[in-house]
């Protein structure tokens, strides 16, 4: 099998490194600075972690490459305005937008959007970085450069979050693992609920809308779409096309995790439709020291990312997966004294979605 080239070296790069062994695939997560005589791109099918990057030695190198799956779509999502035009096209619900040019547009954009604006920045704001939520009055406290660089939203009263990971091949077939449950704390994902019975009619809405976008792009890979639940119909917050943060519980919950399927699908492999065996649990690790003492719980999985602690900085994740609800409800109790305070309300609302 060819090697797998990742653009980026982070925890994304490191796990799909990781799902590559078993399989006797070999993955090269590569720093966007390396000199790319010291990267085997040549021989490599390449991917990345990221959909963003900057211009470097190497990765003028890698934009010219046959090889590099989807190369032509990272820089169409990685910007919040051609991604919007695109659920546009397709005619798929998404939080009424605009793009931002000019203040002299406030009075008008509160009159078309309402009292509550989320503004965006086009490209770069990840993990509730480069948003900000406006209210009438607020907008004057706006840093003046932003104007051209972001898109504004209505701000939409969801009753929840969701995300779907799903993969097509090249030969235009999907699969996609069941709906997950999210809770963001500050723009932050803290804590992710993957259940196999999740309802009916949403998981065929979503797996229909990321279907369509996916075969529009003639996308290759995995792919998360982050929705908002309203009502009964979901809305599209946002794309992802890569592995993705709330697709971390397949490493344990699935048959085979969203790091193997994006490679299976890159690659060319067998991709059937993974199984989810249980309930499943992800809790993000932010700024958070390793607890020897999380170990002592059998059902909890750590991946730990081998990152310089630091605020606001996601290290690693917890995995539960179990099948009997009131066990994992009964371990969520067990973990609250071994995190620091501000996980509590995280691990409460996930023992809520297992009720």
Known sequence: MKPVCVLGNGQLGRMLRQAGEPLGIAVYPVGLDAEPEAVPYQSSVITAEIERWPETALTRELAHHNAFINRDIFPQLADRLPQKQLMDTLDLATAPWKLLSDPSQWSQLFAELGDFIIVKRRTGGYDGRGQWRIRPGDEAELPPEIYGECIVEQGIPFS????????????????????????????????SVALPDTGKKLQQQAEKMLATIMDHLNYIGVMAMECFIVGDNLLINELAPRVHNSGHWTQNGASISQFELHLRAILDLPMPKPEIFAPSIMINLIGTEVNPAWLSLPLVRLHWYEKEVRPVRKVGHLNLVHSDRNTLKTTLQTLIPLLPAEYQSGLEWAQNKLS
């Open 160 to 191: 929840g979050e969701v995300s779907l990971v799903g993969a097509r091949n090249a030969q235009g077939e999907s699969v996609f693992y069941t709906l997950t449950h999210n809770l963001h704390q500050e723009g932050i994902l803290r804590t």
